[in-house]
Structure formats: structure tokens, C-alpha cells
């Protein structure tokens, strides 16, 4: 049998990795449940956007322009629902995965192999929100063994594009990609032309970014939009917990594959080179550090793309071909049984044709409709059926503690520049000031303290002030079992001391 030309082995490589595409499309879109809140955090400033406010001016950016803004385009290019949203961030996360099986086919020389990481990726479970921690590194590290496999300037400007949208989609991504291109330019040119190649990346990348920072100069500043932005980081980064031991060994344990990958590439390798290792291991250690805090279990999906391609590449490094084989078949029908388990999980019972189209139109459906299966807090919904109802259109609603997915849901603007107060975060004076004074132009219709108003009082006091001064009394309104505490006009307050009141006619 004739070897195999290198164009049928890039058709079947783009042929599977279509597969893979629709393969996870399909069981994301499936499998569907309730969309998280965080999911909102996000879209709601898209939908923002839509109802005539502008980033940075009209409300608080920290440092994730891109993140709405794309689910702004999809909204009014296809309709402003949960499910054009939905739509896109499962695209997202799909190609994704895609990238994983590519990435994972050229480290391990093995499509069992990229297939056995597709599988772990999948049974991992990333949340929605999360697409682009996963496919803005992926992307990024293609673009960089693209350029370590034939050096040029074309495929430099490449990354320093794709470090500005990586910078841009969340500003702290810039480090994922600026510190590992730059450690590949030293690995693969001697000092003095990294040194130039590395000041022309920095200068192209600011090149790109330069529209972006020249808006924020306009909407409010460049110095009091990158001062807002450092005090939401550093806030985000006191959320970190104490680990218990078999969290820290996880830790360790994910830490350690990026090592051993550098040490293992001081030696030739076919497929990759030091320089492609370096460069993936490098990007791997600093997600590893930035986004692996709080719960890490919750965590893990973030960081774990990255390592399933070292570890596909020191799989087929060290590990015999007979153990290596059985070890991934080992590990791709555990994950096929839990995928299975998921699905069975949804109701499907036998997955006939049939059952799928029922389920891909039910979940279509219950997302454009907002129902109660996809929506968090379903406690919610009759404060959520108020806002929509009996509340002027283009009238906001203030919502203090997190529940970011009121204002998406209700078909309401936020607020005072946020879709949600969260207690510890824009506590600063200067935020203070610059909410009031959104605060003041806008017209409030409800105030929503999710977690009852002392925490809102001790927090934001100038803001609690100013509401209390248009008349906004407090009561608490009982909505399915769960109390909610809301701030009121005084008129509206008066008829409804414990429920919402019914809209008039």
C-alpha cells in the first residue's frame, strides 16, 4: 500500500477534527440545563449596549471589552435571547475542543491518543462562560507552533494579533501570550535579533490594541479606566481560599506536566521541538497560577485544555506504544460511560434519532423563552414576571449582591453602571462617585438587595443615600418560598408590603 500523500493526511485531519466540532456542538446543545448567573455578568453588558449605553461612559468595564461586546453583535445580528448567547458560546467551546484534537494529534503523532484528550475535555465540563479562558490560549498556542516551526515576520504580526484580541477579550490574557512569544523568540534566534523581533511584537500588539485604549480616552480617561480595572483585579484576586490537602495535590500534580514537559524537551523530538514545548508549557504555568484560586475543582476545566495537549505530547514521548494505546482506549470508554450517564441523567433513555430532535428543539425552545428549566434561582420569577410587566421599558433596575441575570431576564437596563453590586467590589471612592453620577441620571424602578440591604447600607452608603432620597422605602416580598428584600418607591411600596403588587389593567 502507498504511503499515504501529506495532503490526504491534512484531509483526514480537518475531517476529524469537524467531526469533533459537531460531535461536542451537539452534546453541549443536548445536555443543556440551567444557564449560571455568572453567564450573565457578560451578557448583560451586551444587552446594555443595545439599549443605547456605551462601555466605559455608561457603565463599568473591568477590563473585558470583547466578552460583551462579541455577545453584542450576535444579539443584534440574530435577536437579543438567551439562546442566540447560548448559541455562541457553545461554538466557542467547541472549537475549542477542535483545537485540542489538532493540537493533540501533531504532540502525540496519535489520533487514538487526541481523541482519548477530546473525551477528558468534554467529561471535564467547562461552563459556558468560561469559552474564551479555554480557546483564546488553544488558538494562541497554534499560532505559536506555527511560528516556531518556519520563523517570520508575517507569523509574528500573527501572535501580536492575537495577543491583542487574547488582551482585549480579558486584559490580564495579554500575559498568557506576551511572556511565552517572548521566551520563543529567545529559544529561536540568538540575542540580538530576539531583542528586535521582540520589540516589533510589543509595538505591533500596542499597534492593534490602540483604537481600544484611544475609545477610553474618550468615554473616561485612559488613567481612570486602567485604575478601575487594577482595583477589580486585585479585589478578584483576594478571593483565593486556603485549599484542603488533596486540592493542593491537584494543584501540584497540574503544575508538575508543564516541568516535566520542559525537562523531557531538552531532548530531540520529532513532532516538537524545545522551542514548541517551552512555549506551550510556559502559557500552561501561567493559567495554572492566575485562574486555578477559589473552589478548584470548579477551576480545573479552565486550565485543563492546555495540559491535555503536554500530556498527549509526553504520553507519546515515553510511554510504550502497546500501554500508551490501551491506556487511552482505557480512558476513552470511561468518558464515553460518563457522557452516557449525563444524557441519561436529561431523560433521554435509548438516544434514537428521533429522541434527539425532540431534545434539540425542547432545549431551543425553553432558551428562547426563558423557562424556568434554564434560567438560575427559579424563586426568581415572579419578581423577574414584575420587572418585565409593570415596570416602564426603558426604566433600570438596581440590583445589590449578585444576581446579574435579573436585568437579561426582566428585559430591563441595570443600574448605576453595574448589572450587579457585588459586596467588597467598586467600594473604592472613585467608583463611588462615578455610580452616583451614572445613578443620578438614570430613572430607578425597583432596587433589588439580593442579600438584604445592610450589607448594601455598610458597603455603598453614598448610594443608599441617594435612593432613600428619591423616595425608596424598603420592604420584603416573599417570591415562592424565598424572601427577597427590595427598595421601592414609597407609592408602590405602600400597596405591595409583602408581595409584588399586580400591574394595573
Known sequence: MPPRSPGAGRRVLIAGAAVVFSAVWAFRWLSMGAVENDHFVALARAHQLLNGSWPVRDFADPGQPLTYLLSAAAAWLF??????DVIVTITLLSLATSFIYLLAVRAS?????????????????????????????????????????????????????????????RHDFIVYMAIPTILLLGVCHERARAMRLAALYVAVTLAFLLPWFAYVQWAAGIVTYIGAAFRFAATEAQRTV??????????????????????????????????????????????????LRDVIATRLPDVVALTLVLVAWIAGRVIPTRVLYAS???????????????LQSQGYGVPTPGTVVRRFTAVSNMLRAKAPEMIPHRERLPLI?????????MSRVFVAGFAPELPILARRPF???????????????????????????????????VEGSESFVEEWPRLANDLRARGFVERTWRLDGADVVVWAPEGLAAQALSAPPQCAG
Open 79 to 84: 435577536g437579543a435571547t438567551l439562546r442566540t
Open 328 to 342: 487511552a482506549l482505557v480512558t476513552l470508554l470511561v468518558v464515553i460511560v460518563l457522557v452516557g450517564w449525563r
Open 242 to 291: 486556603t485549599w484542603p490537602g488533596n486540592a493542593r495535590v491537584v494543584f501540584a500534580t497540574i503544575m508538575a506536566i508543564p516541568v516535566i514537559a520542559i525537562v523531557l524537551a531538552r531532548r530531540s523530538d520529532e513532532r516538537l521541538s524545545f522551542a514548541h514545548i517551552v512555549f506551550a508549557a510556559v502559557m500552561a504555568l501561567i493559567a495554572n497560577v492566575v485562574l
Open 385 to 393: 414576571r414584575y420587572l418585565s410587566s409593570c415596570t416602564p421599558v
Open 109 to 169: 503523532g496519535s489520533l487514538f491518543i487526541a481523541a482519548a484528550a477530546v473525551a477528558v475535555e468534554v467529561a471535564a465540563s467547562p461552563r459556558l462562560y468560561n469559552a474564551g479562558k479555554i480557546l483564546i490560549p488553544l488558538a494562541g498556542l497554534g499560532l505559536g507552533w506555527r511560528y516556531a516551526d518556519s520563523p517570520s515576520i508575517a507569523r509574528l504580526i500573527a501572535l501580536a494579533a492575537w495577543t491583542a484580541v487574547a488582551c482585549l477579550w
Open 415 to 449: 443600574a448605576g453602571g453595574l448589572p450587579s453590586w457585588i459586596p467588597g467590589y467598586y467600594i473604592d471612592a472613585r467608583d463611588v462617585t462615578r455610580a452616583a453620577a451614572q445613578l443620578a441620571r438614570e430613572p430607578v424602578s425597583l432596587a433589588v438587595m
